[in-house]
């Protein structure tokens, strides 16, 4: 039996890395994001090229696998940070409400001229190039991770970035599964619909994002957490004893 045409990609995560309560929102916000790019240097990951995103008050450090990113956002500049242009992406919420989500999940077309999986509100941020934009998943709120779909991150854009993969030392190559674990009683329509998209969902006494992802350099399972700068946990499992598949997100 044929399987099924994947149109639909996971092409990255964000966390916002948020300011300690009472220090000065720049500054913290940037020392939590060194903090955690430390950690995950220290567990082998190698750092990759950065970016402002100019209109937006952030800029973002990022860990580069194939056909994966996973971005640190932090703040540059505040009082850019609920601008008009970015406002439906809540990050000023994000980063300095606690009751909010701190977390992004962007997808893109895993084949040419596919559309978002979801109904969008468009968004065109001042730092992207004339005639791109980011698709906001029209059911995003604050309070769950920012859905969003890059329509310009097609096959050929992905095959670019691999570019900026690096050699990691503890051997890693590429996420095997992300699990989106959220407070709330039940499903919500997000939870759902990141089920839908081969993200893992459960239920935690807060959110969390769980990466997991096989490497042949290790013998035995390693346990990576960013807690308590980020709500984010790692594991680095053996090739040979893993279960973890990849599904549509890899």
Excluded: W
Aim: proline letters at 8%; aromatic letters at 8%.
């Amino acid at each position: 039996m044929t399987e099924p045409l994947v149109k639909t990609r996971l092409d990255h995560v964000f966390v916002a890395c948020r300011p300690s309560e009472g220090e000065p929102v720049e500054s913290s916000s940037k020392a939590c994001a060194d903090r955690v790019a430390a950690a995950l240097c220290t567990a082998g990951f190698v750092e990759g090229p950065g970016r402002d995103h100019p209109g937006q008050g952030t800029a973002n450090r990022c860990f580069f696998f194939e056909h994966f990113m996973f971005e640190l956002l932090y703040v540059d500049d505040a009082a850019s940070l609920g601008s008009a242009d970015t406002s439906r992406f809540g990050l000023r919420d994000r980063f300095l409400i606690s009751a909010t989500s701190p977390f992004g999940i962007a997808f893109a077309p895993a084949v040419h001229g596919s559309s978002a999986p979801f109904e969008v509100d468009v968004v065109r941020p001042p730092y992207l190039p004339d005639g791109l934009s980011i698709e906001v998943a029209r059911v995003s709120t604050t309070t769950e991770p920012l859905l969003f779909h890059l329509p310009f991150a097609g096959p050929g854009v992905d095959k670019q970035r691999q570019d900026d993969i690096a050699s990691h030392p503890n051997g890693v190559r590429s996420l095997a599964q992300l699990t989106y674990s959220h407070g709330g009683g039940s499903d919500t329509e997000v939870a759902e619909l990141l089920k839908s998209l081969g993200v893992g969902v459960s239920l935690a006494s807060e959110q969390q994002l769980a990466l997991i992802f096989l490497t042949e350099s290790i013998n035995d399972p390693v346990e990576v957490t960013l807690m308590p700068d980020v709500p984010v946990r790692l594991s680095l499992l053996p090739m040979h004893n893993s279960g973890a598949g990849c599904h549509n997100i890899c």
